[in-house]
């Protein structure tokens, strides 16, 4: 019962300060950088493209593939082995079944659409940022997609439910902790993503799910903004 | 009540709003859920009459039958050429559609077409599974020699030629150069050294600037602006010369 207020001084429902911006990466087709305090995403999409070796093609539809790595520095000062790892490779497949509801690659058989998201800083939440960085990057290669997807942390530190955790308060020591990570579908509010660390009740849960779909619908609106910046500031350069 | 959610000529992103109602169709680019029209990709939203479109401003080239390209050659095989389309897939030049010639059985394909070559042609047949057919056997189709190849997204396309042809004349005649414009977003260009460098200059500001008003009369200025005198006597002088 001693969490009353939160490390960082947010409200309890308040995500991170966010930034976002697209077409970072010029050589790839679309890209995102996606910044929630001080977790920071890149997302580079390469594609639609011929997908070898010729055993993994789909003559159905096209492949999503997705390669998540946080860079060696990105932690808190512990070197992250770079390259893959069985974390690694568990959440690239867990953004993968985050974003393929949303994607359509029925006109694209036998080709493949690489996803590379890299995490040069991280501070918890980084699979959410990843998600989110994704989308976004997605969407300005011109991808087919339904809607774009946004994520959130939520969870509960002590007997308190709070929106998107930091590392301080993953590690939160005197309490139980719940970390969830979400991933929500604005349009319809279907969930894409769903996971948990710890242990909360079933109240709890579906009350932070609650918080969680809020903050995502907040978090879609400057996803939205941000990919149209790109082309709404040229539009004020020419009225000038 | 139906209603526009966003006005004409706007840019979307997937997943956004355009119409509320049944009153309105979804077309290209859009799709309908519940009373809803939303968009599935980037783009400009564009309407007629009830019809709502979604031009794409972003993505790989799709390719379409009785396009004229600019691809470049992978492969020789046995039967044909394999050729970089710039888009999600490559394509098939069969040596029947290669050449008028009379190309001998086990003759050397490398002769016609090797692998690096750049060549115009035109899309002949897509399947299904978006196999791709092309041939040469038409006007203006050519392997291509010297000049340089620019790439640019390919739906700045129609902007870079202009209605009929005209933006992409404006830019011949005034650097001198011969320019060709592939729909998969391959240009190639070749003339005076100077003239191709302002050329490329002026397609990268139509890409960059496509959606606006009155671009070319802004092209026009920076042509003026960078006029190369007389590149165009100079350079067929040169190739007299030669």
């Known amino acids: 019962m001693s969490y009353k207020k939160r490390f960082d001084g947010r ?9 976002t911006k697209t077409k970072v990466i010029k050589r790839a087709d679309g890209s995102a950088m996606f910044k929630i305090g001080d977790t920071i995403a890149y997302a580079a999409v390469y594609g639609p493209r011929e997908l070898y070796p010729k055993f993994m093609q789909n003559p159905q539809k096209g492949l999503l593939r ?6 060696p520095f ?27 509801p949303v994607i359509n690659l029925e006109d694209f ?49 002590d007997d308190k439910i709070v929106v998107d955790l930091c590392y301080d308060e993953e590690a939160y020591e005197d309490g139980p902790v ?28 579906l009350k932070a799910i609650e918080m969680g779909k809020k903050a995502c619908i907040k978090i879609n609106e400057i996803q939205k903004k941000s990919l149209k910046e790109n082309y709404i500031s040229k539009d004020k350069e020419e009225k000038k | 009540m139906s209603e526009l959610k966003i006005k004409e000529k706007g840019v979307v992103v997937p997943g956004e709003v355009l119409a509320e109602g049944m009153d309105f169709l979804p077309s290209n680019g859009t799709y309908r859920l519940k009373d809803k029209i939303l968009a599935k990709k980037l783009g400009i939203m564009k309407t007629e009459g009830k019809v709502i479109k979604l031009i794409p401003l972003s993505g790989k080239y799709l390719p379409k039958k009785h396009d004229v390209i600019i691809g470049r050659i992978i492969d020789v095989n046995f039967s044909g050429w394999s050729v ?27 002769k016609f077409f090797d692998i690096g070559d750049y060549i115009v042609t035109q899309i002949t047949n897509v399947t299904s599974q978006n196999l ?45 150069c011969q320019i060709t414009v592939g729909q998969n977003g391959v240009i190639w260009l070749q003339g005076d050294p100077k003239g191709e460098i302002i050329a490329i200059e002026a397609i990268k500001i139509i890409e960059e600037k496509s959606h606006i008003n009155g671009l ?24 007299k010369v030669k």
């Not at chain 1, 770079?82 to 993968?96: A, L, Y």
């Not at chain 2, 020699?145 to 404006?170: A, D, F, T, Y």
């Not at chain 2, 070319?216 to 190739?239: M, R």
């Open chain 1, 66 to 71: 997705i390669n998540y790595s946080m860079m």
């Open chain 1, 178 to 205: 719940a970390d969830i990570h979400l991933a929500v579908i604005p349009s319809t509010g279907e969930l894409t993503l769903l996971q948990m660390d710890g242990e909360i009740s079933k109240q709890d849960l």
């Open chain 2, 84 to 110: 970089d389309t710039n888009s999600a897939y490559a394509a098939m030049l069969p040596i029947k559609d290669a050449t008028s010639e009379f190309i001998r059985r086990g003759a050397d394909l490398t």
């Open chain 1, 109 to 157: 058989p036998n080709a493949v659409v690489d996803v590379f998201i890299e995490l040069p800083q991280t501070d918890a939440g980084t699979r959410c940022a990843g998600i989110c960085a994704a989308s976004m990057a997605l969407a300005d290669a011109g991808i087919e997609m339904k809607d774009m997807v946004s994520s959130v942390s939520v969870g509960r530190v």
């Open chain 2, 216 to 239: 070319t009369d802004e092209i026009q200025k920076f042509l003026e602006k960078n006029k190369v005198t007389d590149a165009n006597e100079k350079y067929s002088e040169k190739v």
């Open chain 2, 132 to 176: 791709i057919d092309l041939t040469m056997k038409d006007q203006g189709l050519r392997k291509l020699r010297e000049g340089r190849i620019l790439k640019i997204n390919p739906h700045k396309v129609p902007r870079v030629i202009g209605k009929q042809g005209s933006m992409v004349s404006m830019i011949k005649n005034a650097t001198g």
């Open chain 1, 11 to 19: 409200e309890f429902d308040q995500t991170r300060e966010i930034e």
């Open chain 1, 74 to 100: 990105s932690g808190s000062g512990e070197r992250v082995r770079p390259g893959p790892s069985r974390r690694s490779r568990e959440i690239s497949m867990v953004i993968e079944k985050a974003l393929s």
